[in-house]
């Protein structure tokens, strides 16, 4: 299917699609000049999308799919287990700072209150 059948397919838009491409994330075949995608790479972009819904940055998702070459191997497994769980360190320090902001926030909310009592 050429881009615009494949854009529907998947519910996208153009510029995800082409961004997807030029970050190599998605390799479709080209027919004539134009962009011919295939069921693999329908699949690809509905891996891809997963990993974003998991809020996965690009620059991981990348990494993922570099490993890829190592399909189903304990390699690849431990590879994407390392990404993961350096994400989820990223995660839980960005918590961490969140929640600090949060108790300060809190704070000063309950010293204005007292202030107006």
């Known amino acids: 299917m050429y881009i615009g059948e494949f854009i529907k397919e ?67 497994w431990q590879a994407n287990l390392q990404i993961i769980e350096q994400e989820l360190n990223r995660v839980q320090t960005e918590i961490n700072t969140l929640t600090q902001r949060q108790n300060q926030l809190l704070d000063l909310q309950n010293q204005l209150r007292k202030k107006l009592s």
């Open 10 to 76: 998947v519910a996208s838009t153009r510029e995800t699609v082409r961004y997807y491409i030029e970050e190599q994330l998605l390799t479709p075949q080209k027919r004539e000049g134009k962009y011919y995608f295939t069921s693999e790479d329908l699949a690809d972009f509905m891996a891809v999308r997963e990993l974003r819904s998991l809020g996965l940055p690009i620059r991981l998702i990348k990494e993922i799919n570099q490993n890829r070459k190592a399909c189903g191997t304990k390699t690849q």
